[in-house]
Nanobody, 131 residues
């Protein structure tokens, strides 16, 4: 059974940093891409970044202009954990952040994150950026 559990959210001031964690179990990591997504109040969910077992990573087209250079995805395979390091946080980054597993979702060369195919989701972790 696939299970994803996010943690690390909280209340921070603009300009500060946070690290979100996603522990994913029950997966075949060799054929899975993990994505980070976020949903702000009153807005649609958007993709943030994704990573595959081979450490290929990308941004989603949804948010690349907003997060590139500030958000970095990484993974610790030994601990089945994917991280989202967020720096220079802005009030507009306030959202519930979710991780999701895309089994058989693959990252192709010279493309952004695949936008669909993420079938298993965590419960989310709230990030609030406010002074």
């Amino acid at each position: 059974q696939v299970q994803l559990v996010e943690s690390g959210g909280g209340l921070v001031q603009p300009g500060e940093s946070l690290r979100l964690s996603c522990v994913a179990t029950g997966l075949n990591w060799d054929i899975t891409t993990i994505g980070w997504f976020r949903q702000a109040p009153g807005k649609e969910r958007e993709g943030v970044s994704c990573i595959s077992r081979r450490y290929d990573w990308r941004y989603f087209a949804d948010s690349v202009d907003s997060v590139a250079g500030r958000f970095t995805i990484s993974q610790d395979n030994a601990n089945n954990t994917v991280y989202l390091d967020m720096s220079s946080l802005r009030p507009e980054d306030t959202a519930v952040y979710f991780c999701a597993a895309g089994i058989l979702v693959t990252i192709s060369p010279r493309t952004m994150c695949p936008p669909a195919g993420y079938s298993d989701w965590g419960q989310g972790t709230q990030v609030v950026v406010s002074s």
